[in-house]
């Protein structure tokens, strides 16, 4: 899903593109993109941008009037900018906003569509589908620790939900918490003030740096590379791979359908976070350490 360095390089090309641009309407090829019913497309259409905003994950183009386009991409929602009148690409395409200026694509890959435009009157509306979450960025350290001793939860439950923070999700909490050097199940309220100072760095310089390297891929064109996989990722998506730090293995738990990147060498002394649905099954077997844990994989190898 793109997290709050790939919306923001997404919103930075849109502004270049479409600001001061007159909407000319929307060819929507799935019905079920459109979520609202007030204000409806047609009462959008003719009015000029006005301004973009980022609202969490989503992007919000604001139109005279104060009517607003919110797009949720969702996991695999992409944008394509071509040229005036372009037509969506097959199966993938949802929907193609035409401006005076270009066509804006909306593609969803996969069976299952979940990327959503909803629709927006005024500030009120706006916020309507904002959940909530401070903003990760811009926010103070104190506001950070307050909302992060709000509830007690892991910390990259904390980190991922909208209503605490803005923005960040799976990949980009894996690579805050390695480089602040913290379980990514270490409990919110049993942390102390020196370490939530660290995650607080470790969240500003990862989604700034992010930031600055996406744009710097992207220059002056629109963003065709947005995934949550990157080889320059420290934990995220590096299962058995070693860690840029120490070099040990990189290793995961899956949760539901959420799996969570972790190095043990930086992050947990060494020991290794329990997967709930093996753990469950393999109960006192479970290893504890790397040690054991290759141990084990040796003793299964034949001839070791």
Same mark, same amino acid.
């Given at each position: 899903?793109?997290?709050?360095?790939?919306?923001?390089?997404?919103?930075?090309?849109?502004?270049?593109?479409?600001?001061?641009?007159?909407?000319?309407?929307?060819?929507?090829?799935?019905?079920?993109?459109?979520?609202?019913?007030?204000?409806?497309?047609?009462? &959008?259409?003719?009015?000029?941008?006005?301004?973009?905003?980022?609202?969490?994950?989503?992007?919000?183009?604001?139109?005279?009037?104060?009517?607003?386009?919110?797009?949720?991409?969702?996991?695999?929602?992409?944008?394509?900018?071509?040229?005036?009148?372009?037509?969506?690409?097959?199966?993938?395409?949802?929907?193609?906003? *035409? #401006?005076?200026?270009?066509?804006?694509?909306?593609?969803?890959?996969?069976?299952?569509?979940?990327?959503?435009?909803?629709?927006?009157?005024?500030?009120?509306?706006?916020?309507?589908?904002?959940?909530?979450?401070?903003?990760?960025?811009?926010?103070? /350290?104190?506001? #950070?620790?307050?909302?992060?001793?709000?509830?007690?939860?892991?910390?990259?439950?904390?980190?991922?939900?909208?209503?605490? #923070?803005?923005? +960040?999700?799976?990949?980009?909490?894996?690579?805050?918490?390695?480089?602040?050097?913290?379980?990514?199940?270490?409990?919110?309220?049993?942390?102390? *003030?020196?370490?939530?100072?660290?995650?607080?760095?470790?969240?500003?310089?990862?989604?700034?740096?992010?930031?600055?390297?996406?744009?710097?891929? &992207?220059? *002056?064109? #629109?963003?065709?590379?947005?995934?949550?996989?990157?080889?320059?990722?420290?934990?995220?998506?590096?299962?058995?791979?070693? &860690?840029?730090?120490?070099?040990?293995?990189?290793?995961? +738990?899956?949760?539901?359908?959420?799996?969570?990147?972790? &190095?043990?060498?930086?992050?947990?002394?060494?020991?290794?976070?329990? *997967?709930?649905?093996?753990?469950?099954?393999?109960?006192?077997?479970?290893?504890?350490?790397?040690?054991?844990?290759?141990?084990?994989?040796?003793?299964?190898?034949?001839? /070791?």
């Amino acid at each position: 899903m793109p997290e709050l360095p790939d919306v923001a390089v997404y919103i930075e090309a849109l502004e270049a593109r479409i600001l001061g641009e007159t909407f000319e309407g929307v060819r929507l090829t799935s019905p079920f993109l459109l979520r609202t019913v007030e204000p409806t497309l047609g009462e &959008c259409t003719g009015r000029r941008a006005v301004e973009i905003r980022r609202v969490g994950k989503r992007i919000a183009v604001g139109l005279e009037g104060e009517l607003w386009m919110v797009l949720h991409l969702m996991i695999g929602g992409r944008l394509q900018w071509k040229p005036r009148g372009a037509k969506p690409p097959g199966r993938r395409g949802l929907a193609a906003f *035409d #401006f005076s200026s270009g066509t804006l694509l909306l593609t969803e890959a996969g069976t299952k569509k979940r990327a959503a435009l909803h629709l927006a009157a005024g500030e009120l509306g706006l916020r309507a589908l904002d959940p909530g979450g401070i903003e990760p960025l811009v926010c103070d /350290a104190e506001t #950070f620790a307050e909302t992060l001793r709000r509830e007690n939860h892991t910390l990259r439950r904390s980190l991922t939900d909208p209503k605490l #923070f803005s923005g +960040i999700g799976g990949a980009y909490s894996d690579e805050i918490l390695h480089r602040a050097r913290l379980s990514p199940l270490k409990l919110t309220q049993k942390l102390d *003030d020196d370490q939530i100072e660290r995650l607080f760095e470790a969240t500003q310089t990862t989604l700034n740096e992010w930031v600055e390297r996406l744009r710097g891929e &992207c220059g *002056d064109g #629109f963003p065709t590379k947005v995934t949550a996989f990157r080889k320059e990722m420290a934990v995220h998506g590096r299962y058995g791979q070693p &860690c840029p730090v120490c070099a040990t293995p990189v290793q995961r +738990i899956r949760y539901a359908a959420n799996e969570a990147n972790y &190095c043990p060498g930086c992050q947990t002394g060494g020991k290794l976070l329990a *997967d709930r649905a093996m753990s469950r099954l393999l109960k006192q077997d479970w290893p504890r350490t790397l040690d054991e844990l290759e141990a084990r994989r040796e003793a299964r190898t034949p001839g /070791a």
